[in-house]
Antibody
Framework: EVQLVQSGAEVKKPGESLKISCKGS????????IGWVRQMPGKGLEWMGIIYPGDSDTRYSPSFQGQVTMSADKSINTAYLRWSSLKASDTAMYFC??????????????WGQGTMVTVSS | DIVMTQSPDSLAVSLGERATINCKSSQSLVYFSNNKNYLAWYQQRPGQSPKLLIY???TRQSGVPDRFTGSGSGTDFTLTISSLQAEDVAVYYC?????????FGQGTKLEIK
């Protein structure tokens, strides 16, 4: 079964660092882009960026450039989203999603279950 | 960035009736080399992850019921649910994947009347 499994919910304080993960299985992890999507409480979906695990090529949305860092470890089929200094406004659900292979389509066809990040003093 | 604007923001439809959601992009989503519209539709049920329904504006993802139909080209697109079922209660999003950032519409909340 093709799936993405994300790490569990996190509760952090402002200024702390955090790295959440997204592990792929059931497909060739290195040949599909992985995207990250933010959903703030009660709000819509926001595209943060994508990373190609094969060579770690990364494209960030201008809205998130410099605010987060995307990375991937292809040896363990895992993508990461990292914050160096969290803010209360980072409180949100974060989804990872697999982008299509570019031949069939480029939409997000497989989604993780989401990781809830709560930042509060 | 390409701006995606959906209408309406919310919609209430009776069971068995048709639901129509519109999506407009700030620039054409047709790629000249293959004449395809780089537009997808997603469904997000309450408390769940989004699910891909439609890609290339009109191609149904495997397993998606045929009551879901995507149409449109260029800058104007439509998602139609031909006969609303109770399980279709969700928020629906369009997304362009023509160029990064792959922006989403603001979402349309679909409820039962």
């Amino acid at each position: 079964e093709v799936q993405l499994v994300q790490s569990g919910a996190e509760v952090k304080k402002p200024g702390e660092s955090l790295k959440i993960s997204c592990k792929g299985s059931g497909y060739r992890f290195t040949t599909y882009w992985i995207g990250w999507v933010r959903q703030m409480p009660g709000k819509g979906l926001e595209w943060m960026g994508i990373i190609y695990p094969g060579d770690s090529d990364t494209r960030y949305s201008p809205s998130f450039q410099g605010q987060v860092t995307m990375s991937a470890d292809k040896s363990i089929n895992t993508a990461y989203l990292r914050w160096s200094s969290l803010k209360a406004s980072d409180t949100a659900m974060y989804f990872c999603a697999r982008r299509g292979d570019g031949f069939n389509h480029d939409a997000f066809d497989i989604w993780g279950q989401g990781t809830m990040v709560t930042v509060s003093s | 960035d390409i701006v995606m604007t959906q209408s309406p923001d919310s919609l209430a439809v009776s069971l068995g009736e048709r639901a129509t959601i519109n999506c407009k992009s700030s620039q054409s989503l047709v790629y000249f080399s293959n004449n395809k519209n780089y537009l997808a539709w997603y469904q997000q049920r309450p408390g769940q992850s989004p699910k891909l329904l439609i890609y290339w504006a009109s191609t149904r993802q495997s397993g998606v019921p045929d009551r879901f139909t995507g149409s449109g080209s260029g800058t104007d697109f439509t998602l139609t649910i031909s006969s609303l079922q109770a399980e279709d209660v969700a928020v629906y999003y369009c997304q362009q994947y023509y160029t990064t950032p792959y922006t989403f519409g603001q979402g349309t909340k679909l409820e039962i009347k």
